[in-house]
Nanobody, 119 residues
Framework: EVRLVESGGGLVQPGGSLRLSCAAS????????MNWVRQAPGKGLEWVST????????SYADSVKGRFTISRDNAKNTVYLQMNTLKPEDTAVYYC????????????WGQGTQVTVSS
C-alpha cells in the first residue's frame, strides 16, 4: 500500500521559515520523481515543486522560486520542502504527491499539512 505522510507544517510569521517532510512507503521511492502541491483557502490545487529520482533535477513554480528548496533522501524514503521568506500568500495545505505517468490511475497523495503565514 502506497503511503505518504507529511509533517512540519504550522503557524509562522511573515519572513519566517518552515521545513516540510514527506515520508513515503509502499513503493520503490528512488524510482519516482516527487512533487509538492498546495491548496490555498478557497482556491484550486497549485503545483509547487518537483524533484527527480536522484535529486539532480528540481523545478519550482514562479511564485516560490528562490524561496523554496526541494530535496530528498532516498535512504530515508523522504522528500523535503524547505520554505524560507514565507509570505501570507503561501498559506495553504501542502501535499506530497507521487504519480506514474505511464500507469493510469497510479497517483497518490498524502493527507496534507497546514502552513499558515500570519503575524
Amino acid at each position: 500500500e502506497v503511503r505518504l505522510v507529511e509533517s512540519g507544517g504550522g503557524l509562522v510569521q511573515p519572513g519566517g521559515s518552515l521545513r516540510l517532510s514527506c515520508a513515503a512507503s509502499g513503493f520503490t521511492f528512488s524510482n519516482y520523481p516527487m512533487n509538492w502541491v498546495r491548496q490555498a483557502p478557497g482556491k484550486g490545487l497549485e503545483w509547487v515543486s518537483t524533484i527527480t529520482t536522484r535529486g539532480a533535477g528540481t523545478s519550482y513554480a514562479d511564485s516560490v522560486k528562490g524561496r523554496f528548496t526541494i530535496s530528498r533522501d532516498n535512504a530515508k524514503n523522504t522528500v523535503y520542502l524547505q520554505m524560507n521568506t514565507l509570505k501570507p500568500e503561501d498559506t495553504a495545505v501542502y501535499y506530497c504527491n507521487v504519480r506514474n505517468t505511464v500507469v493510469a490511475g497510479w497517483d497518490y497523495w498524502g493527507q496534507g499539512t497546514q502552513v499558515t503565514v500570519s503575524s
